[in-house]
């Protein structure tokens, strides 16, 4: 499976913004658990979302809960995390990727994601 992130760019804080995932490959992604991940410079890459095969479960980080909102279009092929009230803090790089294991409500370590994109930066301005 191949992952390409799109969307991201340089806002102001209180903005929105929304990433995409498009996947590839031999598969589609409404065989694997999808999530979203961030990593500041300097700072161990961190959870912010999942969401499961068919799209009814999904769980976030509670930094981002009630602002990013993650989705999916499995007829697409493509994976979305929509960001609102965007902070300074949520600057990051964010990678989208995907699981083969079975969906979980706790937090996911970053190895139990299987395929990962090259990522896409994000830039909250104060």
């Known amino acids: 499976v191949q992952l390409v992130e799109s969307g991201g760019g340089w806002v102001q804080a209180g903005d929105s913004l929304t990433l995409s995932c498009a996947a590839s490959?031999?598969?589609?992604?409404?065989?694997?658990?999808m999530g979203w991940f961030r990593q500041i410079s300097g700072k161990e890459r961190e959870f912010v979302a999942q969401?499961?095969?068919?799209?009814?479960?999904?769980n976030y980080a509670d930094s981002v809960k009630g602002r990013f909102t993650i989705s999916r279009d499995n007829a697409k092929n493509t994976v979305y995390l929509q960001m609102t009230s965007l902070k300074p803090e949520d600057t990051a790089i964010y990678y989208c990727a995907a699981d083969r294991g079975l969906y979980s409500d706790s937090v996911p370590r970053v190895t139990n994601y299987d395929y990962w994109g090259q990522g896409t930066q994000v830039t909250v301005a104060s």
């Open positions: 490959g031999r598969t589609f992604t409404s065989n694997y658990v």
């Open positions: 969401i499961s095969r068919g799209g009814r479960n999904t």
